[in-house]
């Protein structure tokens, strides 16, 4: 089944690749440009580069998903020579309120993403969008984390909740990260090779081949937008990156049905793969709290400003990020598959490397920019 991941991740990229720089284009051609942003809101110098680029991210995921739907119906049960084909198709078709559920989500978040890049939206109708489409698309497709409340507290309403907060972290959190040229592509694409991994060690295949394809589609983004971008990715693609990632940490399933053992430590392999993410979120929301900011109005604050700031440059910041996320994704993979104990190890060092980081930021003085 590996090879089917690897040529739904090649497809991605193939397409993802001419769907960037035909949005690209396009962007130039209509003067669709990086502007200043909301009132209030400190961003980089403007330059003239459009913010399309998510575009071709989402055009990739919704083709390649959708066309995988419909030959999934179409593919012969009888077809004896491609049997793992014939295994995935039958798990698309078992899946298909799940698969047009998240497609329809991932298309109105698309959708409120490129309208806030073309017009800056006040926070609040975006957050409201990052809330309500989650909360539909985890009721529909039933994917919710923590179902075992349910009879505790008179049905399923707190799960949903709880997981449709989950995809607004995660949604603001790669939102927040997408403010170099190549760090959220970069950081999307590390992410989506965790989650495969952990699938393939998972056997989970229907979730890995969604992974593959938002490999694929980080990948063709990338050498539009990195070293020197080209186009930006702008909302419509970060909320798009941050609402698959989300949809695709709940849907995976960590524990190990063979194991007569608590599985509940697993639970955890989210936060650990997420971890540089989730560290820029809490630290840039703690730091504009604590300046009587809103949360919700960028400024130059982040984990890539801070490190940029103190001597890494641009680039050398987003290769740290990279980098730091590789590591603490390695880690994630590993505590899939891992025995409590092992577990415990692995998320004590992801919270002592985030410690480590959070103090020497802390004790090293910022250069002047």
Not at 203 to 213: E, L, M, T
Not at 220 to 248: C, E, K, Q, W, Y
Request: charged share 10%; aromatic share 8%; glycine share 12%.
């Amino acid at each position: 089944m590996v090879p089917v991941l690897v040529g739904c991740a090649v497809v991605a990229f193939v397409l993802s690749l001419g769907a960037t720089g035909f949005a690209r284009k396009v962007g130039d051609r209509l003067a669709a440009h990086d502007g200043k942003g909301v009132d209030g809101q400190v961003k980089a110098e403007v330059r003239r580069v459009p913010n399309t680029g998510g575009i071709g991210i989402a055009t990739t995921l919704l083709c390649v998903l959708g066309v995988t739907a419909i030959a999934a119906w179409l593919w012969p049960d009888s077809a004896a020579d491609a049997s793992q084909l014939t295994d995935l198709a039958a798990g698309v078709r078992e899946n298909t309120t799940l698969l047009v559920s998240f497609l329809a989500g991932l298309f109105v978040v698309h959708v409120v993403g490129v309208i806030d890049d073309r017009k800056p939206l006040p926070w609040q109708p975006k957050l409201f969008v990052m809330l309500l489409v989650p909360m539909v698309v985890v009721w529909v497709s039933q994917t919710r984390v923590l179902t075992l409340f349910d009879d505790h507290v008179g049905g399923s309403w707190l799960s949903v909740l709880i997981t449709a907060f989950w995809f607004a972290v995660v949604m603001n959190a790669m939102n927040f990260l997408d403010n170099m040229d190549g760090l959220a592509g970069g950081l999307g694409a590390i992410v989506s090779a965790g989650l495969v991994a952990i699938s393939i060690v998972n056997g989970q295949w229907i979730i890995g081949a969604g992974s593959a394809v938002l490999l694929g589609a980080c990948a063709g983004f990338l050498p539009h937008n990195f070293p020197r971008a080209r186009v930006f990715m702008g909302d419509g693609g970060s909320l798009v990156l941050g609402f698959t990632i989300a949809f695709l940490t709940v849907r995976l399933n960590y524990a190990d049905s063979e194991s007569g053992s608590p599985q509940w430590h697993l639970l955890f392999v989210p936060f650990v793969l997420l971890a540089i993410p989730l560290y820029d979120f809490v630290s840039v929301v703690l730091l504009r709290f604590s300046q009587g900011k809103s949360p919700f109005v960028g400024d130059l604050q982040h984990f890539s400003h801070r490190m940029a700031r103190r001597g890494l440059g641009n680039r050398g910041a987003v290769l740290l990020v990279w980098m730091l996320a590789g590591m603490t994704g390695t880690g994630a993979v590993v505590m899939s598959r891992s025995e409590p104990w092992q577990a415990a190890l692995i998320a004590g060092q992801t919270l002592a490397v985030i410690g480590l980081i959070a103090y020497l930021e802390r004790g090293i003085p910022e250069r002047s920019s």
